[in-house]
């Protein structure tokens, strides 16, 4: 069986500069509609919604209808993983600081 809906990884979905921003718009906002966050870019609605998409496909963005309108709102969960991989490295860079400091003070 073949699934047309597959799960994007979180990390595939921020690589992009514009989900980053688009993340960082909803994080903002409780909740914005298409148009506003299409103006927020030097791109069409269409090159925005297939953004949203990847990220709601990576669980990142929920949408809900009302009326013709379609509005999204950030769902912030999946990035605990990306912060927890990113304390392993910080914790490695606080060690490394902290070596450097006890040798250069010896």
Known sequence: ???TYQERDVYVAIADPTRRK???LLADSDELPLHE???QFQMGRT???????ILKEADLVTNRKIGRET?????AAPLQEVK???SFYEE???DRARLLKKILEE
Do not use: C, G, P, Q
Not at 47 to 53: I, N, Q
Not at 71 to 75: A, F, H, Q, T
């Open 22 to 24: 688009l993340i960082r």
């Open 37 to 39: 966050l299409t103006a």
């Open 84 to 86: 927890d991989w990113l």
């Open 47 to 53: 090159a925005v919604s297939k953004h949203l998409a």
């Open 71 to 75: 509005r999204y709102r950030l769902n």
């Open 1 to 3: 069986m073949t699934h």
């Open 92 to 94: 490695f860079w606080n």
